[in-house]
C-alpha cells in the first residue's frame, strides 16, 4: 500500500513538501475516471470543486494553517447534504434535488481542509436493495472482485476507500450501514456513540438510530477523520460532548488490562473465514494485553428486534407521504420495506421504546464488568451479488451483531483481520457509549499487530 493511499500517509506527504494538495486530488481524480467504469462508487464526481479546493488547501498549508486533513481527498454518502452538489439518496424521487447548505459533519470537514471530491452511492435512503428500473446509477461493485456484493448501505463509501479513489469517507449506520460495506470492502469503519457526531443535514431514515460517521483504510484515519467531525450540535435531539481533546493522540497509545467478552452465539453459522478471522483479531486483542472476562448478557436478539421495529416506523413516519404522492418513484424493494412500518402501532412502538430502555440499562450494566465485545459484523466475506436482488425483509441485520450498537447507542468499530477466498472478513468491536478512543485504541494497535503477523496482505487491484 502506497502511503499516498492513507490519510496518515498523505497528510505526512503534504506536510513534508513531497507533494501538493492539487497534485494528490489530481492523481484521485485520474484513478476515478479510470475505475468508475467498473467500480460505480460515485454518483457525483465535482472535479472542478475539488481542484478549487486543494488550490485553497496549498495555501492553508503554506500560511501555516493545516490540520491532518487539509489537502486530502474524501467523499459523502448521497444522502449527507454537500452544497450546490446534488443529494438525491440515489433514488429518483429527488433525482433534480440539490443541496442548499452543507451537512454539520461535512462544513467540518471542509473546515478541516478535507477535499470533497464528489457523492457516493448508497442503497436507495440508505434501506432499499438496488432496483435497476428505478435507480439513477449501477450498483457499486466490490473492488476485490467486481461479482461480489459491495455492502450496503454505505456502499459507494466502502468500494471508493477500498479502491483508493478516496482516502476517507462520511457514511450512515442505521443498522450496520457503515459496518457491513467496511467489513465487505476490508477497510475500517466506526458507528460512533449517539451523538457525538451531528446528523443535521442528512436524511433522516431512523431519528432513534441514525448515526453519521467515518470510513478509511485503517482505524487511525478514522480517529483523524473523527477528531474533525467529532463536534456538539444544538439542533440535534442527541448530545454528547467528546471526552478527549485528540481521537488520534488519546488512540496512540493502547491501555494494558483491557477487559473483553467475545461473543460465540452465532459462531456455528459462520463461515470458516470468519471464524478465522475472529480468531486472529483475539490473539491480537490478547496480545495487547486484554483478558478475557465472563459477563451476565442482556438479550441481545430482543435488541435487534427493538431496533428492527422502531427504524421501520421511524423510516414510515418519514417516508409516508412522499411514498402515498409518488410511489412510482421508488424502488420496488425501499417501498416495500417502507409500507411495512404502517402496520406497526402507535402502541407496538411505545412498547418497543419502553424494552430498548431497559435492555440499554443492562447493556450499561454490562459493561461495568467488561470494557469492550468482540464479535462479527457479517457471516463472512461478500457473497456473489445477483443481477437484480430479491426483495428481503432482513431489513437491517445483515446476519451481524450490528442493530445492538444503534438502539443502545454505544460505539461499533469494524476493521479488516483477514482474508476468504481473496475477499476481506473482519471483526467489529463495542465499547460502552462515550468511549470510542478506546475503540480507536485497541483497533490501531490490533490492526500492527496483524500486519505484522502477515494476516492483512496488500489491497484489491480493480481490473477495468
Not at 75 to 90: N, R, W
Not at 223 to 237: G, K, Q, S
Request: hydrophobic share 45%; glycine share 10%.
Amino acid at each position: 500500500m502506497s502511503d499516498l493511499d492513507t490519510i496518515a500517509g498523505a497528510s505526512a506527504a503534504l506536510a513534508a513538501g513531497r507533494l501538493s494538495a492539487v497534485e494528490l486530488v489530481q492523481d484521485r481524480l485520474a484513478l476515478c475516471r479510470r475505475l468508475e467504469p467498473a467500480l460505480h462508487s460515485f454518483l457525483t464526481l465535482d472535479a472542478e470543486g475539488a481542484l478549487t479546493a486543494a488550490a485553497e488547501a496549498d495555501a492553508a498549508r503554506a500560511a501555516g494553517q493545516a490540520t491532518p486533513l487539509t489537502g486530502i481527498p474524501l467523499g459523502v454518502k448521497d444522502v449527507i447534504d454537500v452544497a450546490g452538489l446534488p443529494s438525491t439518496g440515489h433514488s429518483r424521487l429527488y433525482a433534480d434535488r440539490k443541496a442548499e447548505a452543507d451537512a454539520v459533519a461535512v462544513a467540518l470537514l471542509r473546515k478541516a481542509g478535507g477535499i470533497l471530491l464528489g457523492k457516493l452511492a448508497t442503497n436507495e435512503f440508505a434501506i432499499g436493495l438496488h432496483d435497476p428500473q428505478t435507480a439513477l446509477a449501477p450498483q457499486p461493485c466490490n473492488p476485490w472482485n467486481l461479482a461480489h456484493s459491495a455492502g450496503g448501505s454505505s456502499s459507494g463509501a466502502g468500494t471508493a476507500v477500498a479502491a483508493a479513489e478516496v482516502l476517507g469517507a462520511l457514511g450512515t449506520d442505521t443498522g450496520g450501514s457503515i459496518r457491513v460495506p467496511a467489513a465487505f470492502n476490508g477497510i475500517a469503519g466506526l458507528k460512533p456513540s449517539r451523538g457525538l457526531v451531528s446528523r443535521t443535514g442528512t436524511m433522516p431514515l431512523s431519528e432513534t438510530m441514525d448515526s453519521v460517521g467515518p470510513m478509511a483504510r485503517s482505524v487511525e484515519d478514522l480517529a483523524l477523520m473523527l477528531d474533525a467531525i467529532a463536534a456538539p450540535d444544538p439542533r440535534e435531539t442527541a448530545r454528547l460532548a467528546r471526552p478527549v481533546a485528540s481521537y488520534a493522540d488519546a488512540s496512540g497509545t493502547c491501555p494494558e488490562g483491557v477487559r473483553y467478552l467475545r461473543l460465540r452465539r452465532y459462531d456455528r453459522l459462520l463461515s470458516d473465514g470468519q471464524l478465522a478471522a475472529l480468531d486472529a483479531a483475539e490473539a491480537a486483542l490478547v496480545a495487547t494485553g486484554a483478558r478475557a472476562v465472563t459477563v451476565d448478557l442482556p438479550d441481545l436478539d430482543a435488541l435487534d428486534a427493538v431496533g428492527t421495529l422502531m427504524a421501520t416506523s421511524e423510516s414510515w413516519h418519514y417516508h409516508r407521504e412522499r411514498l402515498a404522492r409518488h410511489p412510482e418513484r421508488y424502488g420496488r424493494d425501499a417501498k416495500l420495506k417502507l409500507m411495512i412500518g404502517a402496520l406497526i402501532s402507535g402502541d407496538d412502538y411505545l412498547l418497543a421504546a419502553r424494552l430498548r430502555d431497559r435492555l440499554s440499562a443492562r447493556v450499561a450494566g454490562m459493561f461495568r464488568s467488561v470494557d469492550v465485545v468482540l464479535t462479527h459484523p457479517a457471516l463472512g466475506a461478500a457473497p456473489v451479488a445477483p443481477a437484480r436482488p430479491k426483495v428481503s425483509f432482513a431489513t437491517w441485520a445483515h446476519a451481524g451483531f450490528n442493530m445492538q450498537a444503534n438502539v443502545t447507542g454505544i460505539p461499533a468499530l469494524v476493521f479488516r483481520t483477514g482474508m476468504e477466498a481473496g475477499l476481506p472478513v473482519g471483526a467489529q468491536l463495542w465499547a460502552k457509549v462515550n468511549n470510542d478512543a478506546l475503540l480507536l485504541a485497541l483497533g490501531r494497535a490490533m490492526e500492527r499487530q496483524l500486519a505484522e503477523a502477515g494476516a492483512l496482505p496488500g489491497w484489491p487491484v480493480v481490473a477495468v
